[in-house]
């Protein structure tokens, strides 16, 4: 049974980092891409960052790149979003799915991934 956990969200201040992590059982990782999607209140999902497990290469959209950064490690069978200088605007939760392949030109699309978790949800509040 696939299964993606994410956890790691929190309340924090702007200017402030987390560590979100993201737990995949029922499948081997190495071969899975990893994704980092984000829906606020009223808004649509946002993919914000790719991970390809077995070779690193890593995806950003504009507005996160130089502040998160995405990982991956198949033996831990987990991948990682480190956020840092947080603003009011990353508040969403956040949801890590996986992809059977390569995350390519079209990473920020929902509908290139094949499993989701629930979630984790992120507030970056004064």
């Known amino acids: 049974q696939v299964q993606l956990v994410e956890s790691g969200g929190a309340l924090v201040q702007p200017g402030e980092s987390l560590r979100l992590s993201c737990e995949a059982s029922?499948?081997?990782?190495?071969?899975?891409?990893i994704g980092w999607f984000r829906q606020a209140p009223g808004k649509e999902r946002e993919g914000i960052s790719c991970?390809?497990?077995?070779?690193?290469?890593?995806y950003y959209i504009d507005s996160v790149k130089g502040r998160f950064t995405i990982s991956g490690d198949s033996g831990k069978k987990r991948a990682f979003l480190e956020m840092t200088n947080l603003k009011p605007e990353d508040t969403a939760t956040y949801y890590c799915?996986?992809?059977?392949?390569?995350?390519?030109?079209?990473?920020?699309?929902?509908?290139?991934?094949?499993?989701w978790g629930r979630g984790t949800q992120v507030t970056v509040s004064p």
């Open positions: 029922g499948f081997s990782l190495r071969w899975y891409s």
């Open positions: 799915p996986a992809n059977g392949g390569h995350c390519g030109d079209f990473f920020y699309d929902p509908m290139e991934y094949e499993y």
């Open positions: 991970v390809v497990i077995r070779d690193g290469s890593t």
